[in-house]
């Protein structure tokens, strides 16, 4: 199966700062999903980026497929921001990242 | 905007018990998906089902599990004698159409075997 990394596996940001995070996947995919597992353990859909840039708000993401790697970066940070964010690609069935965790202290 | 649901939030058995855990997909979308999470590890795939059959599923689905579409709108996954590795979030997602378009997620259902 496709193997997906994330970097780095741990965050920990003061409140305003803003930070890079990093999916790598080990085969060509045609899709790739960033999610936000809030403190509930919900996970919330961020983005599905194929290729190139978007932006939603504070949040964008980049995938250069070519190069299999996406990045989530995070502007402003706020507490709410903290969690797990899990970058998701498909294969023979759907493989999740290993996942960073992020603290935004206040 | 439309969502998944998953009921229940949370539920808790003994062990050996059969649980089924419920999923309403979104009402357009032909792909249905579950997944699993043990505290504190990533999400796992486990079945894929589309046209009222499974099309894929991982070494973990095994015969202790079984989904089944029993009507137009929910969409279920049973687990006949639970054990206590069992114990993990389980989501439930959709998506529309073939290719590898945007899943949804429900919100999960926490299960703890005691």
Redesign the interface.
Known sequence: GIQVEQSPPDLILQEGANSTLRCNFSDSVNNLQWFHQNPWGQLINLFYIPSGTKQNGRLSATTVATERYSLLYISSSQTTDSGVYFCAVPGNQFYFGTGTSLTVIP | EPEVTQTPSHQVTQMGQEVILRCVPISNHLYF?W?R?ILGQ????LV?FYNNEIS?K?EIFDDQFSVERPDGSNFTLKIRSTKLEDSA?Y?C?SRWTG???????G??T?LTVT
């Open positions: 998906y997944y999470q990533k999400v796992e795939f894929s894929e991982s979030m989501f997602a290719g590898w378009n945007e899943q949804y997620f919100p999960g926490r």
